[in-house]
């Protein structure tokens, strides 16, 4: 099995596609091959990414997001668990 993220992850848990042990591993993205932080949701197979914009909150508490199209490379920034330490 390829050591890659899914492709598709939201940080938001009561989003469908929030994936908490993948998120602990911590996911980088880099769209259009700029190095982003404020990434709330990505999707590789569409090209695209929803991004927060300052502080700013919608009427549910929400961020405000802002959805942008291109190239889209999320990859882990931490090494997945050894699967050998379990033996």
Do not use: H
Not at 24 to 38: D, H, L, P, Q, Y
């Amino acid at each position: 099995m390829a050591d890659t993220p899914p492709d598709r992850l939201s940080v938001d848990p009561k989003s469908p596609y929030f994936n908490e042990e993948v998120l602990s591993r911590g996911v980088g993205i880099r769209f259009k091959g700029v190095e982003k932080t404020n990434v709330e949701e990505y999707c590789v197979s569409e090209g695209w990414v929803r991004l927060s914009v300052g502080s700013s909150k919608d009427r549910f508490g929400n961020p405000m997001t802002v959805k942008l199209k291109g190239l889209v490379e999320p990859y882990f920034q931490n090494p997945a668990p050894e699967a050998s330490a379990k033996d």
